[in-house]
């Protein structure tokens, strides 16, 4: 059984650990104990390799769907003609497909080895040293050879190299923030203590990773490697699993629902096509319907995500947000729930002065700049920065964050520190301690000696008998203690730091802090980013839920969580104390009326996480300490901090904000809302107009026994038409307006949730213009094309004519795909050619799934490269129709010597229906828009003017409550 360290007096650790503290070990006790435990260090995770990425992308389920349509669109035209030889022409089908998905694995794998190259650029290139004591000599060693019962020595601006448990201390402070989130550095000391689980309370134990800010001290090692806090919490990150995002998770669904609609829709062509035509031409209608079900996978889509996410990774990236997975980018867009550490993600991690009590009442700091400089505020800008051991120049801070933050307050007065510390020369000093709770300097000032004392406002106030208000020196009484006391509690229920200032002259030794003449104090705090409280109100109109998790306390934790408008009650916050002596079920309970939670450990952030999880919420988890690094893992999606963030916590995470601010997170959000509503977009687009082909197709050749389109005409509207529109969808500009729609609900819903009329809409009246085209085109039909047909075209050998071409092209006796009965249907193939190819490039711009219901006018932004490759479709469409050879040889559409004044009508007439098919999808729209905007039912007006009024007093509450928090 382990020890509680933190109960045992330093005799008992120097027994437990067998080792002697003032020796050290020797050198071959050490080498013994780390061939033994091993070396102090925290093993990495392993890292994928680019190729096992690569292949992993390959086998995604839409992958193999894709792989499986290339090998069937070879098999598939040989069934029934097995003694035809393959051609080159018969792989061009199967060499798109695989193109496709061959590209799409390498922007995966570019996608995520270029996010690890970021990551990596952003650790950490330092080696940690120590101090050891051993053979009773002192040195410094690697601190990877460090073992149990070390005797360590730490300086300030030195970091803690392994679990310690403190033996001396001499004002020992240590910043615990990675580890905690606690924002102010711990007093350390090394008396037992009661047995305690929150590591921020273990006050004579330093956990390895953190910094000693103040002070020195003494510790012996106790942990090491994996055993310490930081190696549990990287072991936990490395055991857990990489689950699927809910993207991936979608697409997944996805495919397993289209390979089966595909399946039914070939098996219902196959038996349609069977029953209504000859018999003994199934292999012709085997070869049909499997070519119309493999139309019905929209080939491109997996490439088609994958552009679309790289380039909003590319996008994010210049907005400071690095992604490490594609899919991560959606999962942005789907969160519901952000739960944020406090110190340095919400707050700045760095303390600063708010406020400020002079002349016996309290002003903010600001209004304090602006009153004019007097006597009395020249002897408050010394005691600022003299009884102070920080130094700040350019970038470079050095020193306790208290007493940086004084330093910036005097700098903000035009004061420098270091220069006054050269004017007014330090002659004497007693130390700041834990007793005293004060820092006194002897300062040089002219002819005078200036002692300046600064600390707690309690024991300050013990030590003054007077009290400088507006430049006169005044008897110090019990009531204005009394006073004095009472606003500094009102600064502390604010959560503000209070430190006191007083001051002495000619003070004789050994009297230094007696009879002081109090003057002020301030009360500072890490105060919140201006950017976080935008957006946090952002999160909110977005319906996404912030909850805060901090190792602060509660009081802290909810001054901090009501001036972002996170929480307002104490009923809102919980602290670790209350979470541990929940279950999991009592947990889930109650989880969603929490939205603080103070005091934690690393592992109660994992069970909250977890428990909203459990809620079926979209879960992110944002933060930049080793304590946030388990949460970040297991969350949905874990967004770590890019300049404070540790190494462990970028490991861990899906995204990294390499600006630290939580405001540029809602940015990702916003895109990976867009990114979402793109893939749907491009969904609609895909299935309606395959839908359209295949009904088109379908019932023209159950009419007429005989496909309209060849199998090129086909592969040419799926593979390059509809690719090329489909893949530029995804490159337009964002919509703003869906950051007004609430979250997608965690519900497993899929992609075509909610798509199911628009495709249909589009299905319909897209297939619908294009066998109209078809009818009309073959109204032009020449009788030389159904009249003294060759003998060689039919099974009796004999030559045929026919009245019309319907009759002809019914006849049983046709030969199957012959050239002479391909030629008859040749003018309503073009003319549903033309139809089926031009109004997709306008359709592509007008599928809006976006906020409309939100908003009466339709902001329209157009999409830059879809409108550029919606010309070049258009171009290449034209130049197949109209290039000899290529026309007639290869697509089997009309010949251009066959154009002429009598029959080229049908080209405008082809193109009005491909406009008449995108000019029916607005009407639809249309109609439904005006119907929900302008014809509701009272009930329904009623109940959306009620809702919007409590929106807005609900709003004007929220900025009352912070206003008079402020006042």
């Known amino acids: 059984m382990k020890p509680d360290w933190e109960t045992l007096t330093t005799q008992e650790v120097a027994t437990v650990v067998d080792t002697n503290f003032e020796t050290g070990l020797s050198q071959e006790e050490a080498s013994l104990r780390l061939e033994k435990n091993g070396k102090n260090q925290i093993p990495e995770g392993k890292t994928r390799p680019w190729y096992i990425t690569f292949l992993l992308a390959l086998v995604e389920p839409l992958q193999i769907i894709l792989m499986i349509a290339a090998i069937i669109s070879v098999i598939a035209p040989k069934i029934g003609n097995w003694d035809i030889p393959l051609e080159i022409g018969d792989f061009i089908d199967f060499i798109v497909i695989i193109l496709i998905v061959v590209i799409d694995a390498i922007l995966e794998t570019v996608q995520t080895v270029k996010a690890r190259k970021s990551v990596d650029s952003l650790k950490s290139l330092s080696r940690p040293q120590a101090i050891v004591i051993r053979n009773n000599k002192t040195f410094e060693i690697d601190a990877t050879q460090l073992v149990v019962g070390d005797v360590v020595v730490i300086e300030a601006g030195r970091y803690i190299p392994a679990e310690l448990r403190v033996i001396e201390s001499s004002d020992f402070t240590v910043d615990e923030a990675i580890l905690t989130g606690e924002s102010f550095p711990v007093d350390k000391h090394a008396k037992a203590i009661k047995k305690t689980d929150i590591l921020a309370d273990q006050t004579n134990i330093c956990f390895m990773n953190t910094f000693a800010v103040s002070g020195r001290g003494v510790g012996v090692v106790i942990k090491t490697g994996l055993d310490t806090e930081i190696g549990k919490i990287a072991q936990t990150i490395n055991d857990n699993k990489v689950s699927q995002t809910p993207l991936e998770k979608k697409l997944t669904k996805f495919s397993y629902w289209i390979s089966i609609a595909a399946v039914l829709i070939g098996i219902i062509i196959f038996i349609g096509l069977y029953l209504s035509g000859e018999k003994t031409s199934w292999s012709s209608y085997l070869m049909v319907a499997i070519t119309l079900a493999i139309g019905v996978i929209p080939e491109s889509l997996s490439a088609v995500v994958s552009i679309t996410l790289s380039f909003s990774t590319k996008r994010l990236a210049e907005e400071n947000v690095i992604v490490k997975k594609l899919a991560s980018v959606e999962t942005l867009g789907s969160v519901n729930v952000i739960c944020t550490d406090k110190t340095g993600t919400l707050t700045q991690n760095r303390m600063t002065v708010q406020k400020v009590i002079i002349n016996s009442e309290i002003i903010a700091a600001a209004e304090y700049l602006k009153t004019p400089d ?55 000093e007693i130390p700041f301690d834990s007793k005293r709770k004060l820092m006194t300097t002897i300062n040089k000032d002219g002819d005078h000696q200036l002692v300046a004392v600064k600390g707690a406002i309690d024991e300050l106030l013990k030590r003054c008998t007077r009290i400088q208000v507006k430049n006169k020196v005044l008897t110090l009484s019990s009531k204005d203690k009394e006073a004095i006391l009472k606003l500094s509690e009102e600064l502390s229920d604010q959560a503000l730091r209070v430190l006191g200032f007083a001051y002495g002259l000619d003070q004789k030794p050994g009297a230094y802090e007696e009879n002081l003449i109090f003057i002020g104090a301030v ?138 601010n939580f405001a540029t997170m809602m940015k990702g959000v916003n895109e990976g809302r867009n990114v979402w509503q793109k893939i749907r977009r491009t969904i609609v687009f895909l299935l309606g107009v395959n839908i359209a082909n295949v009904l088109g197709i379908l019932i023209v050749s159950l009419i007429n026994h005989n496909s309209p389109l060849e199998a090129t005409d086909i592969l040419w509207i799926n593979l390059v038409v509809e690719s090329l529109l489909a893949i530029s969808m995804g490159m337009g500009p964002n919509d703003n307006s869906l950051m007004g729609l609430p979250p997608i609900k965690n519900n497993n819903s899929g992609l075509l949730k909610g798509l199911l009329f628009p495709i249909l809409k589009i299905g319909i009246i897209q297939g619908g213009v294009m066998i109209a085209a078809f009818y009309v085109g073959m109204i032009v039909t020449p009788s030389d094309l159904y009249t003294n047909l060759p003998a060689g075209a039919f099974k009796d050998g004999i030559s045929h004519s026919f009245d019309n071409w319907q009759q002809a092209i019914k006849d049983s006796n046709f030969i199957s795909n012959s050239t002479t009965k391909t030629q008859i249907l040749v003018y309503g193939r073009t003319a549903m050619f033309i139809v089926a190819t031009f109004a997709p490039t306008i359709i592509a711009h007008i599928i809006r799934l976006s906020n409309w219901k939100s908003y009466r006018k339709l902001k329209y932004e157009w999409n830059k490269p879809l409108l550029l490759f919606s010309a070049i479709a258009v171009g290449l469409d034209l130049l197949i129709i109209f290039i000899p050879g290529l026309d007639n040889e290869v697509f089997s559409l009309l010949p251009t010597h066959d154009w002429s004044i009598h029959n080229c009508w049908i080209i405008f007439v082809s193109i009005a229906f491909a406009l008449a098919s995108p000019l029916l999808i607005l009407i639809t729209d249309g109609v439904v828009f005006f119907g929900y905007h302008y014809a509701l039912n009272p009930w329904e007006r009623n109940r959306a003017l009620v809702s919007g009024m409590v929106k807005q007093d609900n709003e004007k509450k929220r900025d009352q409550m912070k206003k008079n928090k402020k006042d």
């Open 374 to 428: 007097n006597h009395e505020k020249d002897i408050f800008k010394k005691l600022l920065v003299l009884p102070n051991d920080a130094i700040t120049q350019g970038d470079d801070r050095v020193g306790d964050p208290t007493e940086l933050a004084l330093i910036d307050f005097a700098e903000l007065m035009k004061v420098d520190e270091i220069k006054y510390r050269k004017k007014f020369k330090r002659l004497d």
């Open 523 to 660: 009360g500072m705090i890490d105060p919140v980013r201006d950017s976080a409280v935008q957006a946090v109100k952002t999160a909110h109109q977005a319906g996404i839920r912030v909850v805060m998790i901090t190792g602060d306390h509660q009081i802290t934790a909810l001054a901090i969580a009501r001036e972002l408008g996170i929480a307002y009650s104490d009923y809102e916050v919980m602290t670790s104390k209350t979470l541990q002596s929940l279950d999991d079920e009592q947990l889930n309970r109650v989880v969603d009326t929490i939205n603080v939670f103070a005091r934690v450990n690393p592992e109660h952030k994992v069970r909250i996480v977890q428990a909203l999880q459990a809620k079926n919420n979209i879960t992110s988890m944002t933060g930049d300490g080793v304590n946030d690094a388990p949460s970040l893992s297991i969350a949905d999606i874990g967004v770590a901090m890019g300049i404070t963030g540790t190494d462990v916590a970028k490991q861990a995470s899906d995204v990294i904000l390499s600006d630290d």
